[in-house]
């Protein structure tokens, strides 16, 4: 089948866990479909990143199979017919919904949700208190809800976010496929000697702001308590953009390292991954990634969420700084619960989140996908689109539009 897939920026899997996931969708579904991609912000991104590394990104997505597209949206939808038309987050689908019925009224509308942005900032908004925050999420989940309830499927990366939508949204199926990945050799946790922690996140919006929150609580409240029992105890703090709050935090007890080409050497050579996440959306990639090296993990109720794992099993969950730190500790200290902690957590994802399991749901989804029906717009948005489009054939195209 033909799969048009809208994103507003490239993915970059090796600067976030979405983009890692999603650049691993690509691939499966390219692997057995013709796939297109659209990217509407490609300039701004260059601008961000540069030429050289969108070059690199290209290049990686055409080695996956997947076909770029040039012209932008429009021509996009006009080149061919698709089975379906594939948006990474609501954001983009926002201002092309009806585009996409009347381009292709016989396509399935899917979102890829990536995380419920509305929860994640709500959780924000009760930790805060403040009344931008609320304000921000109560807008976010407007426009948010709004394009899940014309779409035909949304894809969540939780069963906990489907259930969040469902509740919402009972007009419109979801599907969900977690997070990916890739199995790799055990570290040798029980026998690491340095008492090292690594904290691997994002701080790029949406969601950069949960792991600047996680970084400042930590630095604030947490680790001076795990320095007062273990003075060597040192963190590194791996991920970008540079972010001023997170560079703030540097000291003899943090090292701040900013982008890395690879997280590998990092986690190979740590004791302990921390997630002190106290708000946020969605399946943590930094948790799933440390645990499919063998490396335990501690982190919130927040953090494990969607994961389905087992508290004190697969990882360490501490909700206040005190029974944070004293995880962190006991984890330093005892060899044997580093090791045990780590391997459970490394099953956990074999078992759940490997390639081999994703890759089964991902093609039970494609393969059901004319099960659900497609939404139609209404006589007066058809009539809107036609003379949209008309006059940009007109007189539009003479003055930049409609492309």
């Known amino acids: 089948m033909n799969l048009l897939v ?10 976030n866990s979405a983009d890692f996931r999603f650049a691993r969708l690509l691939g499966m579904l390219a692997g057995q479909h013709s796939v297109w991609l659209c990217v509407l912000g ?18 990686d997505l055409a080695a996956l199979g997947v076909h770029l597209c040039e012209g932008g949206a429009t021509a996009a939808l006009q080149a061919r017919d698709y089975t379906a038309v594939l948006f990474e987050w609501h954001f983009p689908a926002k201002a092309l919904v009806e585009r996409v019925r009347l381009l ?64 919402e949204v009972p007009t419109t199926p979801t599907f969900t496929i977690p997070n990916i990945h890739p199995l790799e050799q055990p570290v040798a946790a029980g026998a690491a000697a340095a ?64 982008f890395v080409p690879e997280t590998r050497p990092y986690l190979q050579t740590s004791a302990i991954s921390i997630a002190p996440l106290r708000f946020g959306g969605g399946m943590k990639g930094k948790i799933g990634e440390a645990m499919s090296f063998g490396l335990p993990v501690v982190t919130t109720t927040t953090g494990i969420e969607g994961f389905g794992l087992t508290a004190g099993e697969h990882a360490l969950v501490g909700d206040t700084a005190r029974t ?18 780590g391997m459970a957590g490394h099953r956990f994802i074999s078992e759940h ?29 058809r009539t809107r689109g036609r003379l949209q489009a008309a006059w940009g054939r007109q007189v539009g195209w003479r003055l930049g539009a409609g492309r």
């Open 6 to 15: 809208i994103t507003d920026l490239l993915p970059t899997p090796d600067r």
């Open 42 to 59: 490609q300039v701004r991104q260059t601008r961000a990143i540069g030429a050289e590394a969108v070059g690199r990104y290209q290049r």
């Open 104 to 167: 292709q009224p016989r396509a399935r509308m899917v979102v890829d949700s990536v995380d419920v942005v509305f929860h994640r900032l709500e959780a924000k908004a009760r930790i805060t208190g403040r009344a931008d925050d609320v304000e921000k999420a109560a807008r976010t989940k407007a426009e948010e809800l709004a394009v899940y309830a014309q779409s035909d499927l949304v894809i969540t990366v939780t069963d906990a976010d489907a259930q969040i939508l469902r509740d």
């Open 195 to 258: 008492p090292l922690l690594l904290f691997i996140g994002s701080y790029a919006r949406p969601g950069g702001e949960t792991n600047i929150d996680a970084m400042r609580y930590f630095c604030g409240e947490v680790l001076p308590l795990v320095v007062a029992a273990v003075p060597e105890a040192r963190l590194r703090i791996v991920g970008g953009p540079r972010n001023a709050d997170i560079d703030a935090l540097a000291s003899p007890h943090v090292e701040v390292l900013g």
């Open 324 to 341: 944070f730190a004293d995880h962190v500790i006991a984890l330093l200290r005892e060899p044997a619960l580093r090791q045990r902690v």
């Open 353 to 381: 989140y490997s390639d081999v399991a994703v890759q089964a749901r991902v093609a039970q989804l494609f393969a059901q996908l004319a099960r659900y029906p497609v939404k139609r717009l209404s006589l007066a948005q």
